[in-house]
């Protein structure tokens, strides 16, 4: 009777926690069942040099994938590398991913900057003859021969390297003899609990237990004078990836993906993309651009050039909006110099601060608008910088050059003689002396200086103006003139008409 409160409370604390225990198994089975079904998962490739606009279409692919709601995202890497900075914003946005697990899957080669990308993913897997490594930094000399970076340089790339490692769990002396020739790393054993760890002389010398480790022979991929370099079973043994597979179907398998495992390959907008912010293309779409602003301007009541000039910058700056390498500023700082060449020329007298200021903006706009850096910080971030001042010095130089044969031969162009103001001349020998009633000569020789007319299209600054009963093709002195004002002849000089507003 004495352990009858006893069995009383224990039963009754069963019953209460029953429910408790039941949803708790429920939760636990959900889990597992979660961790069975096989997973949703992407692959994105990486198969060029990582530069801007690689980086870029890269960046928003990622995005997609994640929004998308995949559990994986897998960066098939075959690539050589490229800048280290554009590499070091890619690495940063794989390691802060923490709504995804991120998968670098090499087939072939990771070098230079693809393998510091594949170090910053949750997993490496690579294909057993696959080779990852050789991330030193180095730059085309003035001879034209590529040299080691200087130490500043180097320091910030190890460190990188090393802040990478550790937060995934690699050998960080391995990692480090990637972007090091210098250094050599060799392997070495716990005394006490046999575990295995790589150390660089430098580390070596500077460790304070060295009693507790075996030191053993180098690494022979990471003697001296060499960057480490590893094919996919090297680089398993040594632990610096998580395993090999024979096959995209292994990898669905080993990481339970659901497949077939879709690609998010590059669409026709990417290609496009990638076509405008061509050298090539950029020239032509600077080139044409102006010439077409040009033609607009001075043929009156025609869209043609205006339509044409907004085409080629609006997929000029279209494209570095895709290509993650312009923003609102500088659309806003072309537009601005626009406006100070247009004042230059039609408000203000003779060509002065405002025109040059006009220019500098304009180009400066557009050379901005193909970099992510504002200053270059590195030797291939200057040289970038320099091809793109090459490229928009010379489309501006090419372009005065059309400037100048346009003026001259527009005239005799098929289809662009129509956007000129040609006078009508009349026979020679002909005259209102001989018969010739004066109705039949063209207008700038039948109005007279002091004559008023009316505009009957915009002057901008030429036009037309109807004089009397006849119309006569004029030019003001530099003014616009919107259509029905009054104009009064005040000069001319052979064909061409100068009028002036009527005050």
């Known amino acids: 009777m004495r352990g009858l409160p006893t069995f009383i409370t224990i039963c009754l604390a069963a019953l209460l926690l029953s429910p408790l225990v039941a949803r708790s198994q429920d939760a636990a089975k959900a889990e597992l069942d979660r961790q069975a079904s096989p997973r949703k998962a992407v692959i994105i490739p990486l198969h060029e040099m990582i530069h801007p606009l690689s980086a870029a279409l890269l960046e928003r692919k990622f995005r997609d994938a994640v929004d998308s709601g995949v559990d994986v995202v897998i960066f098939d890497i075959h690539s050589p590398g490229g800048f280290t900075q554009v590499t070091f914003e890619l690495m940063d946005m794989v390691l802060d991913a923490n709504d995804v697990e991120t998968v670098a899957f090499v087939e072939k080669d990771a070098i230079s900057g693809a393998a510091l990308f594949a170090l910053s993913c949750d997993k490496i897997i690579m ?24 130490a500043k340089s180097r320091s910030v790339l190890a460190q990188k390297v090393r802040d990478t490692a550790e937060a995934t769990g690699r050998p960080i002396a391995l990692a480090e003899k990637m972007t090091d020739k210098d250094m050599v790393v060799f392997k070495a054993t716990n005394k006490e609990d046999g575990s295995v760890r790589y150390f660089s002389d430098k580390e070596w010398v500077a460790l304070e237990n060295q009693d507790a480790w075996e030191k053993g022979p180098p690494v022979r991929e990471a003697g001296k004078e060499m960057f480490f370099t590893a094919n996919g079973r090297r680089a398993a043994e040594l632990g610096l990836i998580d395993q090999t597979v024979a096959s995209r179907t292994e990898l669905a398998s080993t990481l339970n993906l659901q497949e077939p495992i879709p690609t998010l390959e590059r669409t026709w907008v990417d290609t496009l993309v990638l076509i405008l912010n061509s050298g090539f293309v950029t020239f032509l779409l600077i080139v044409i651009g102006l010439t077409a602003l040009v033609i607009e301007l001075s043929a009156p009541g025609l869209g043609i050039g205006g339509l044409t000039s907004t085409l080629c910058f609006g997929l000029f700056f279209w494209s570095r909006f895709l290509g993650g390498t312009a923003g609102w500023l500088e659309v806003t700082l072309f537009v601005i110099g626009l406006l100070f060449i247009a004042a230059e020329v039609f408000v203000i007298p003779g060509f002065g601060v405002a025109g040059i200021s006009g220019i500098v903006l304009s180009l400066g706009s557009l ?20 091809m793109d001042v090459l490229t928009v010095v010379g489309a501006f130089v090419a372009f005065l050059i059309a400037l100048l044969v346009l003026a001259q031969y527009m005239s005799e162009i098929p289809g662009l003689s129509r956007l000129t103001l040609k006078p009508t001349v009349a026979l020679e020998g002909s005259g209102t002396s001989e018969g010739m009633a004066a109705t039949s000569l063209p207008g700038w020789q039948r109005v007279e200086v002091g004559s008023v ?4 299209s915009a002057l901008r600054p030429g036009g037309r103006v109807m004089v009397d009963d006849f119309t006569v093709d004029v030019v003001t002195e530099g003014d616009f003139v919107d259509p029905g004002t009054q104009v009064r002849v005040i000069g001319k000089q052979g064909a061409k008409v100068i009028v002036r507003p009527v005050a």
Do not use: K, N, Q
Request: aromatic fraction near 6%; charged fraction near 25%.
């Open 127 to 150: 294909l057993p003859d696959a080779r990852i490594g050789d991330a030193g930094e180095i730059v085309m000399g003035a001879d034209g021969a590529y040299r080691y970076t200087e």
């Open 367 to 386: 050379v901005m608008a193909s970099r992510r850096f504002l200053m270059p910080h590195s030797s291939e971030e200057l040289a970038a910088l320099g």
């Open 453 to 456: 007319g009316e505009a009957i």
